[in-house]
Structures are given as C-alpha cells and as structure tokens.
C-alpha cells in the first residue's frame, strides 16, 4: 500500500548526494511516506545540500527564502510541513542554519539519515527544532532499511537503467582547499556482503548498469567475506559476476591510490566501462603541494601512461582548480599544458572558492576574482576543444548503448555510450534499459546523435 504523507527531496552537489537522496526517500517509505515532486502536497520537505564552493552553499540559502511562502500556505491550510536540511551544509553549519532560517525545522548530517524518521517524528509531535550533526559510532548503512522499489524500473521512467551504490564514504586527504574532511567524516568502506546484497537488489528491479560511488572511491578496503580487507579492484571483480548487471562504473578516484590491480582491471573486466574520472586539480609541482595533493605532475603523467596501456580507448576524465592562492601566471600555464598534453574526453573545472576552515582559506595570497575568472574561461575553451574532438573522432563508428530515458523529442530514446557520453536516437520505449549497437551519425559538443542498427 503506497503511503498517504509525501516527501519532498531536492538534491545539490555530487552523485553520492544524489545516492543519499534516494535513501532518505527510501528510509520514510515503512513509515508511510511517498516520495512527491510537488513541493506544496509535502509534509517533510528535504534540502539535500552541497558545502563545495561558496555558491553551492548560497543556493541553499535562496532555497530557503522561497520556502518560507510554500509552508505560511500549507499552514494556513491547516497543514505541517517539516522543513529539513540534510547534507553537507547542514553538517558544516549546524545550529547557525536554524539561527539564520526560521523556516528549518531540522538539520541532519550525512552520517544520520538511518535516524531520519525517527527525528521527523520529533520534529512533528514536539514542535521543535533538531539539530544532529553527530558523527554516531553506529554504521548508517546496516541500519537503512534495505532497497526498496521506491522507483520502479517502468519503460519510461528514469534512472532505472542506471543507479550508484555508495561503497566508501569519507576522507582523510585532507586536501587544503577542500571541505569534504569536515562535512563527511572520516574514511570508511562498506563491508563486500551488504554491498553485494545490494547491488543484487538494484539489479532486480531493473538495474543494467552500477557506478560504485565514493569520495575516494579507490581508497575502498572494506572487509571481504574471506575476512580480509578486499580492495576496489576485487570488489568491482565481485559485482562484475552478478547476472544481469552489463556495465560498471566507478568514481571519484584520487591519484595516490590509483594502484595497478585496479589499472589492470580496465584491461580484464568486460563490464568495465573504459572511462576514469581521476582529478589532477593543478598542473604545477609546486601548487599541488601547496594543495596537499600527494602526487606529483610526473607521477600523473606516468599513471595515464600505464592506464592507456591497459585500456587504450580509455575516455579520461578530471576536476581541475584555477587560482588556487598564489597560483601564478606560469603555474596556470603549465595547467594548460598538461591538458593539452593528456587530453580529456570530459573535465569539470573550478574557480577556486575559499572554504571557510579549510588550511588554503586562511592563506594571505588569494587572487582577484577577475584573475580567477580569466583563467577559467581560458581552461574552458580548451577543454571544450578537447570534448568536441574527442566526440567527433566518435562519429562513423558502432557503439554499444544503454539506453536510459525517453528523449524530449517523440520517439526518442536516451542512452550512454562506453564513454558516458549522452547518445540520442529514434527508438521504442522498449529498448530502455537495454544495450544496443548504435552508428553514430553527427556529435555535438556535449553529446552525440546516431542510428540504432540492430535491437
Ligand atoms: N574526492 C574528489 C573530489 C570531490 S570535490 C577528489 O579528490 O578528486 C569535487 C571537485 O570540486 C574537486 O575535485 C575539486 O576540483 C573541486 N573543489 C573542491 N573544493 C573546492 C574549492 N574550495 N574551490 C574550488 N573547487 C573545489
Ligand atoms: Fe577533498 Fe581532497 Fe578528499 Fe577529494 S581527496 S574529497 S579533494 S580532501
Ligand atoms: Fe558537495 Fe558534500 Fe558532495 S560538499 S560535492 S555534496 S560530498
């Protein structure tokens, strides 16, 4: 029986936001709650936040402003509405939301939302306002409760081709300019048997492809059913054998624990798609030190190296920062020499935004915005470049695609390639959530169009 009270949740930042989003929708499901994209019918309306850089942080904030008139209408009906912030600003501010936010009614940090029902319950009957931002001993993963068809692998709906599953949360890089330390906690790797579990359970409802998510997803060493620490490479050997699922993915990596049983996997594993997200951040020596990076641009030389030998057709993927405090003119040129030298199918490229509390905030050299801002533009360009080469050098050939979504036009169907590019085509309904051999016809620059040769 679907419940009669809705929830609410609108997600920011990263795809492990995206993940925990469906597991706070999922976590009020046995209490009887639907999940709503109709903000006004909510009673439980949830912010999953982003701390990232300053303007992820400010959303929230004009988030908030607009629902203040959507609960003074709800309330006038006669109706309650709980207004919470979850994520990782409500972990990084805490009680001052609250003080600055009189339409919050609760704060839960990334570590609580297994006690999220339970807190919604006290924020209704007690009328009042909860913060927990504690990072509690018990493990929030083994007390969700277990997948449930919250999203149901129907032709036409979205998302049911494709899911992440959260294997390592946390981390202790302690990079200078970065927030996730403090908003996330600690390193942590999910122990293989629930993972399997629930990988298993995505793959019964329809579930064809997995990204195993986390903030340093390669650092994953969690505890194996021999007993033994298994590494990520072990793990995605594990899921890979699970019948049914066809593609795997995983991200973010860092470069520091890019080892070479998880280089080798790219060229073992089938299901392995040939994509790596693996963030360099700088391409000077000296900035990344400054950054805390623990890798060196040699050393990210040679790891693309030894990963081109491994899966030569590999797409390569990267966050970068420009003006981080101190960066020079020169510095930032060898940033676009590196680029130009690797040469990325797809990068996300970033001002560099002071995080309050983090080590490089409290740094006397931080530039202007119009040198930031200069930089970025000129990163962009070359990385668009670098996109829309590498999406032309796609076209005339045959790929595999997971078809995933209708398209917006009729009889289009969405899908990704090997490479996670976008892949339209005119196609049934029923081929969603099916992998079907696509000629590419013309490439866009953030997606490719092509011709279904065979269903
Ligand atoms: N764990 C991942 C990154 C998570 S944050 C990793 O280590 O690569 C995603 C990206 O946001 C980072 O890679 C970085 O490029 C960017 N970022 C993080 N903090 C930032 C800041 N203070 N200003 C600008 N960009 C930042
Ligand atoms: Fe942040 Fe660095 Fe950790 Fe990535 S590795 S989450 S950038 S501290
Ligand atoms: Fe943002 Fe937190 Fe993810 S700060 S990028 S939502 S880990």
Request: proline letters at 6%.
């Amino acid at each position: 029986m679907p419940g009669t009270k809705k929830v609410f949740v609108k997600t920011f930042g990263c795809q492990m936001n995206v993940y925990d989003s469906e597991r706070i929708a999922e976590s009020l499901i046995p209490y009887g709650f639907t999940e709503t994209e109709c903000l006004e019918e909510a009673e439980v309306i949830v912010l999953n936040t982003c701390h990232i850089r300053e303007k992820a942080a400010e959303k929230v904030y004009s988030e908030l402003g607009r629902l203040r008139q959507v609960k003074d209408d709800r309330r006038e009906q006669g109706k309650q509405t709980i207004v919470t912030v979850a994520g990782c600003v409500a972990q990084a501010e805490g009680a001052e939301i609250i003080a600055r936010s009189p339409v919050v009614d609760l704060v839960v940090g990334p570590q609580s939302y297994h006690r999220l029902p339970d807190l919604v319950f006290r924020a209704q009957s007690e009328s009042r306002r909860i913060v927990d931002t504690n990072f509690p001993e018990d493990d929030k993963f083994s007390r969700l409760p277990d997948r449930l068809v919250a999203k149901p692998a129907q032709p036409g709906a979205t998302r049911a081709a494709s899911a992440f599953l959260t294997v390592q949360e946390g981390c202790d890089k302690f990079c200078t300019f970065c927030v996730v330390p403090y908003t996330r906690g600690m390193e942590f790797s999910r122990p293989v048997s629930g993972l399997l579990d629930e990988a298993r359970s995505l793959i019964s409802r329809g579930v064809r492809e997995l990204t195993l998510l986390g903030q340093n997803v390669n650092a994953y060493h969690g505890e194996g059913p021999d007993g033994k620490d298994w590494t990520l490479a072990k793990l995605i050997s594990a899921v890979a054998k699970l019948e049914g699922l066809e593609r795997l993915r995983y991200t973010t990596s860092h470069p520091h624990d890019m080892n070479d049983d998880l280089i080798a996997a790219h060229r073992d594993e089938e299901k392995l798609m040939p994509y790596l997200h693996l963030p360099f951040q700088a391409g000077s020596d000296r900035i990344l030190a400054l950054m805390n990076r623990k890798h060196t641009v040699a050393q990210y030389r040679r790891l693309i190296e030894k990963i081109r030998t491994a899966r030569p057709d590999i797409a390569l993927s990267t966050d970068i920062i420009v003006g981080f405090p101190g960066e020079t003119d020169q510095e930032f040129e060898e940033t676009l020499t590196l680029v130009n030298e690797i040469g990325f199918a797809q990068a996300f490229s970033f001002k560099y935004s002071a995080r309050p509390g983090t080590p490089a905030a409290k740094s006397e050299e931080q530039l202007p915005e119009e040198v930031k801002t200069k930089r970025l533009h000129r990163l962009q360009e070359l990385l668009a470049s670098q996109t829309s080469r590498f999406n032309e050098g796609c076209v005339g050939q045959v790929i595999p695609v997971l078809f995933e979504r209708p398209g917006r036009h009729d009889g289009q169907i969405v899908g990704r390639s090997p490479y996670l590019q976008p892949v339209h085509a005119d196609g049934d309904a029923t081929l969603l959530g099916r992998v079907i051999p696509v000629e590419i016809s013309s490439a866009g620059p953030n997606s490719l169009l092509g011709v279904i040769r065979a269903a």
